[in-house]
């Protein structure tokens, strides 16, 4: 497949007319992305349940170089669409992937904790999707400006059935009998970067979570991959203090990346 | 809100990126556009729902009669996106919505009928998003990529639990005890304009369908406002002869709507 270097998004381009594309939001550090292979894995795991091309890696990954070199600290975001055109809906038989990375500056640490929303928008269960990281992101864009009215910092999401399933743009632990819990997602939700390296050290496992079990929680967090773990302060009434268990996982997550070490610091 | 010709698609586009659009497809006749007003009145609905800005109506309607004129036959895509930015999912409190005009050449004619392949891909149930022609559309797409595998003109869906909904993108007729049925659409599914005219007409009503109640229809047909009623053939091993039925609403349709009566001819 030959690569061609784009001026600009066709309006035909499916990412742009259905979504049609997935994409990774990464932390620079130092000039690199220490995350990547972890990012780069479910990428090709999105490409492949779409059956969209994969660009060639070692280009992307040279591309990638070039863009953080010398970049101390930021967020790359790689956004790579199944292309142009095609009838209607129909994926088109040849038409190579259009890809695209976009720098920008880390956001500001937040304060000591978060303000959770309880939003009433629900994850629609849908296993085709499920985990990945698509362009079909509309219930988060809904469920955000319920939290941005709320006056809160994030949203929470629950599915058709109550179950609390993560917040807009991270995953969700729960701290309950000493054991860090987070939602499964193979019904809906996007399987977080970090929330894997969580799962895989043992530092969290999964269970289904109702919202009353997420409110009588002994401590809430968020996770992402730009972000770190960020502690809950509340969701709607309910309240928390600082707790151990969350910076006792801010240290573990920040031994093996630093880069995450300053929301440590920040906590 | 000040108006600006933009020459290129932004890399923030919230289309590109979330799929934070709406759009429609319409026919164009004659160097008008019959459906208009219907199809306003779903791109309205669907701004109301997301929160999206509805670009001023006078000025759109003046663009699209510059792009249509003199065009005797053609399909005209209106794809209207939130615009650019915003903190990540959070829409931007005051961009200003990004829209184009598409002019594409009216499609080739089917054949007799239609062949229909039953989709494994199903349609999550999402009452936020159900109705309006938003463009969030991986399901579709996926769906429509095991049609053509199938070797098939068109997919058909089910919910999760099994009621059929649609096509891909075309409104499902179904035909039993001598009356035209077409699934709810509260779930999932798009609202079409052309099933919205048959339903007002008395000439089509609403009803749960499960797969087996559609193939054991007499008569089958797929709508939408650029082909109008086209008549389904075979769905998986189930055939379909020409049905007075299909005729007889074609008939009724083209008498409104002159420009589908190619389709009866064709029929």
């Known amino acids: 497949m030959g690569l061609r270097r784009i001026d600009a998004i066709a309006p035909s381009n499916r990412g742009l007319n259905y979504g049609d ?41 040279a591309r990638i170089a070039a863009v953080i070199h010398g970049v101390d600290a930021g967020v790359l975001k790689l956004l790579l669409t199944r292309g142009d055109g095609g009838r209607g809906y129909a994926p088109p038989a ?7 990375l976009a720098l920008h500056p880390l956001p500001a640490s937040t304060p000591a904790g978060l303000r959770l929303h309880a939003c009433d928008t ?22 955000r400006a319920e ?8 949203g929470l999401m629950c599915d058709a059935e109550g179950r609390v399933v993560s917040a807009t743009s991270a995953n ?8 860090w819990l987070t939602p499964p997602l193979e019904r809906c939700g996007v399987a977080g970067v970090l929330r894997g390296w969580l799962l895989e050290h043992g530092l969290a496992e999964t269970r289904d979570l109702s919202m009353s ?7 809430l967090a968020l996770c992402n991959a730009v972000r770190g773990i960020l502690p809950v302060s509340t969701l709607g009434a309910r309240a928390w203090s600082p707790h151990s268990a969350i910076t006792d996982l801010q240290a573990r997550l920040a031994m093996a990346y630093p880069m995450f070490s300053e929301s440590v610091e920040a906590a």
Request: proline share 5%; aromatic share 4%.
């Open 213 to 219: 079990e997420v409110e009588s929680a002994d401590a």
């Open 122 to 143: 629900r994850l629609a269960a849908q296993p085709a999707l499920a985990g990945i990281k698509h362009c079909n992101r509309l219930e988060q864009v809904l469920a």
């Open 147 to 154: 939290a941005e009215r709320a006056g809160c910092d994030e």
């Open 94 to 100: 040849e038409a190579p992937p259009v890809w695209m």
């Open 21 to 61: 594309g997935v994409f990774e939001t990464m932390r620079v550090h130092r000039g690199a992305l220490p995350l990547w292979s972890r990012h780069l894995a479910r990428l090709r795991e999105g490409t492949d349940r779409l059956g969209i091309a994969l660009p060639d890696v070692a280009f992307v990954e």
């Open 172 to 179: 969700l632990l729960v701290h309950r009998d000493g054991r």
